[in-house]
């Protein structure tokens, strides 16, 4: 069994890949022939997509303002360099494809994970993880999805990234980070349209 949760956007099939995709992830597992089916088929034609995941518990909610490049961001907290990936510069190829795969990803509220034990790169940035959410519909439900940026650009569009990049010492190694998935959804009151704390439906490992 094939134990990823995928999520998909920016489809002109919107509302029926929303419900197919909450409904594996709330599911638990999905199989291979299940992303293989001419379903999902289609749906990849016109659509980006990302894996849905947990934020860490000591991540911290944060606005994200405005995509610098493909791997930075300007946020409330300040300007963020993205770990694990370095992708490529707007002047180089694929640049602004980057970019605006980023900004395809983020807005609105979002969380961002700090490295513990490297904060900071040395031009001043925050070097961090980043998940950002977005609000859809099930049965009258809406809840907030959580896509992970670095594994957005590293899993679904590597040839928008140039090498994999750390900076040790990294909170997060590279080979124990790739390999954990974690899928999770909040609910939205439908009156006042505001989200409650994050919790995890489902623990997915492969």
């Known amino acids: 069994m094939f134990s990823l949760c995928l999520w998909h956007i920016s489809s002109s099939q919107a509302a029926l890949c929303w419900k197919s995709t909450v409904h594996v992830c709330l599911g638990g597992e999905i199989s291979t022939s299940r992303l293989t089916s001419p379903l999902f088929s289609d749906l990849a034609i016109n659509a980006t997509v990302v894996v849905v995941e947990m934020p860490d518990v000591d991540a911290q909610r944060v606005a994200v303002w405005r995509a610098i490049d493909g791997d930075t ?7 963020v360099r993205l770990v694990g990936y370095d992708a490529w510069e707007w ?3 694929h640049g602004p494809e980057a970019r605006y795969f980023l900004i395809g990803l983020c807005g609105g509220t979002d969380y ?17 993880y980043l998940w950002c959410g977005r609000v859809f519909e099930v049965g009258g439900i809406y809840y907030t999805a959580y ?13 928008l990234v140039k090498r994999p990049l750390y900076i040790p010492p990294d909170e997060h190694p590279y080979w124990r980070w790739l390999k954990h998935f974690t899928v999770a959804f909040d609910r939205v009151d439908r009156e006042d349209k505001t989200t409650r704390p ?9």
């Open 112 to 128: 961002l994970d700090v490295d513990d034990l490297e904060p900071r790169d040395r031009y001043g940035r925050i070097l961090g």
């Open 91 to 93: 002047d180089e190829p």
């Open 147 to 159: 896509a992970s940026v670095q594994k957005a650009f590293l899993l679904v569009r590597p040839d």
């Open 73 to 79: 961001v300007e946020t409330s907290v300040g300007r």
């Open 198 to 206: 994050p919790r995890a439906i489902k623990l997915l490992t492969p």
